[in-house]
């Protein structure tokens, strides 16, 4: 069984930066992608950015050149670090884990609220 762990949501004020990290822990599996979904009250979940182990990254239009992606392989971590950030990026994040085989996990979700 696989466990998400996220942390570093936050308020925080337009224009300002957060960094999500997500730990994936478990036994006997490995990881293919990582990512970030976000879901704002009212709204569908979407994706943020998504990182295969070999490190293609996806990114959603909205965060692309203020969102950044990166993982550490060897910790099964990922991080979100967001910046320039408005309040169309208030949301619940959620860490995506899909393994190689099986299906995929998701985090318990972490509120991220841009307001001044």
Same mark, same amino acid.
């Given at each position: 069984?696989?466990?998400?762990?996220?942390?570093?949501?936050?308020?925080?004020?337009?224009?300002?930066?957060?960094?999500?990290?997500?730990?994936?822990?478990?036994?006997?599996?490995?990881?293919?992608?990582?990512?970030?979904?976000?879901?704002?009250?009212? &709204?569908?979940?979407?994706?943020?950015?998504?990182?295969?182990?070999?490190?293609?990254?996806?990114y959603a239009d909205s965060v692309k050149g203020r969102?950044?992606?990166?993982?550490?392989?060897? &910790?099964?971590?990922?991080?979100?670090?967001?910046?320039?950030? &408005?309040?169309?990026?208030?949301?619940?994040?959620?860490?995506?884990?899909?393994?190689? &085989?099986?299906?995929?996990?998701?985090?318990?979700?972490?509120?991220?609220?841009?307001?001044?």
């Amino acid at each position: 069984q696989v466990q998400l762990v996220e942390s570093g949501g936050g308020l925080v004020q337009p224009g300002g930066s957060l960094r999500l990290s997500c730990l994936a822990s478990g036994s006997h599996f490995n990881i293919d992608v990582m990512g970030w979904y976000r879901q704002a009250p009212g &709204k569908q979940r979407e994706l943020v950015a998504s990182m295969y182990r070999g490190g293609s990254t996806n990114y959603a239009d909205s965060v692309k050149g203020r969102f950044t992606i990166s993982r550490d392989n060897a &910790k099964n971590t990922v991080y979100l670090q967001m910046n320039s950030l &408005k309040p169309e990026d208030t949301a619940v994040y959620y860490c995506n884990v899909v393994p190689y &085989k099986g299906s995929a996990y998701w985090g318990q979700g972490t509120q991220v609220t841009v307001s001044s």
